[in-house]
């Protein structure tokens, strides 16, 4: 997605960076400005202007409850490969509105062990009360869970198997 060469400036405390990148825009040589955070993998803003940019992560940032101060720039730099391997990660992958409402209802986490889940990520829908003993599809009967714990759970009721895991 990111091509090299890109020129960072750090923004924030350090977890935020400005980069440009060249494009075509109109047939023209062109450039576009990024606020990322190379860390998490998330472009904030993207812009054809520097100042839209920086509102616009600004905007993020206020929108997400992350403090913000004024940009504090540095030397310019190339980044290096390593870096630019974070942010070239896939964009999240749609989900649809029912795995969207469980995973929210579980707090992002496998109801049974509470490792923490993407919500784009391979975990499961789970039946508290398997579909097998009568279990509905009704959203109170309806949990994410981590891979492991389904497969494990199997055609257990939630509490049958919380109480063999507790032995
Ligand atoms: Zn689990």
């Known amino acids: 997605m990111l091509r090299r060469p890109i020129m960072g400036g750090i923004f924030g405390q350090g977890e935020f960076e400005l980069a440009t990148q060249p494009t075509i825009s ?15 993998g998330r472009i904030l803003a993207i812009s054809e202007s520097k100042t839209e940019a920086l509102a616009g992560a600004r905007r993020v940032l206020r929108a997400t409850g992350v403090a913000n101060d004024e940009p504090r720039w540095v030397q310019p730099r190339l980044w290096s490969d390593a870096e630019l ?4 990660e896939p964009p999240p992958r749609p989900v649809s509105r029912r795995r969207r ?13 509470g490792t923490p889940l993407r919500i784009d ?12 003993l009568g279990g509905t599809d ?3 009967n309806l949990v994410a869970a981590c891979e492991r714990c389904n497969l494990q759970k199997s055609d257990r009721t939630a509490i049958e198997f919380m109480a063999a895991r507790a032995v």
Do not use: K, N, T
């Not at 409402?101 to 062990?113: H, L, P, Q, T």
């Open 26 to 40: 109109a047939g023209l040589h062109a450039v576009r400005f990024m606020v990322i955070q190379p860390r998490a």
């Open 85 to 88: 391997s974070v942010v070239s």
């Open 101 to 113: 409402d469980v995973f929210v209802r579980s707090g992002g986490c496998c109801a049974y062990c």
């Open 121 to 132: 990520g391979a975990w499961h829908v789970e039946h508290q009360l398997p579909r097998a």
């Open 138 to 140: 009704e959203a109170l």
